[in-house]
């Protein structure tokens, strides 16, 4: 992306040497236009290094982040949500906090169509958790894909 591109869309993360968050931080997240919003297609982002705290113990938790969506009118840049997962390193959540927040922080920042986000942890104490949340754009099909899918959603 140019200099030009970069600054048009305001994205003020992408292109610049990259700061670390030490706790959770939404305010990281950066959005461009997308430039096919007619089209209903799959954007996906795999994070298979995703880090955070328990928050009774303070022992880490490690985990694969899946986030899928369909885009409306605006895109999460990618360094941005890089950093965005990174603030969760120093953060302590519950799993199912963690995935539910992932997904309402995305919803605000896009307005997606559709969106899926999966966390895949690491077993701690012999247990894995694997949750799953998903939001459809109320009044819109997409609010249907969004009870289907959660339906039909299988364990990894």
């Known amino acids: ?4 591109t970069r600054k048009d869309e305001g994205l003020q993360v992408l292109g610049r040497k990259t700061k670390y968050s030490t706790d959770y931080d939404p305010s990281v997240l950066e959005t461009f236009q997308n430039k096919h ?3 209903d297609y799959w954007v996906q982002f795999n994070c298979p290094e995703f880090t955070t705290l328990c928050p009774i113990t303070g022992q ?6 899946r986030i899928m969506y369909l885009p409306g009118e605006r895109m999460v840049e990618s360094k941005s949500l890089k ?3 990174f ?3 120093n953060h302590g959540d519950f799993h199912e906090d963690c995935v539910n927040t992932i997904m ?5 920042l896009m307005d997606p169509k559709y969106i899926e986000v999966t966390g895949i942890f690491t077993p701690r104490g012999g247990i894995s958790i694997y949750p799953y949340a998903n939001y459809g754009r109320p009044g819109t099909r997409y609010e249907q894909l969004a009870r289907t899918r959660l339906e039909q959603h299988q364990a990894i």
């Open 104 to 108: 309402k922080d995305l919803v605000r």
């Open 1 to 4: 992306m140019s200099e030009e």
């Open 37 to 39: 919003p007619e089209n």
């Open 87 to 89: 603030s969760f390193r």
């Open 60 to 65: 880490p938790d490690f985990a694969e982040i």
């Open 83 to 85: 950093l965005y997962l």
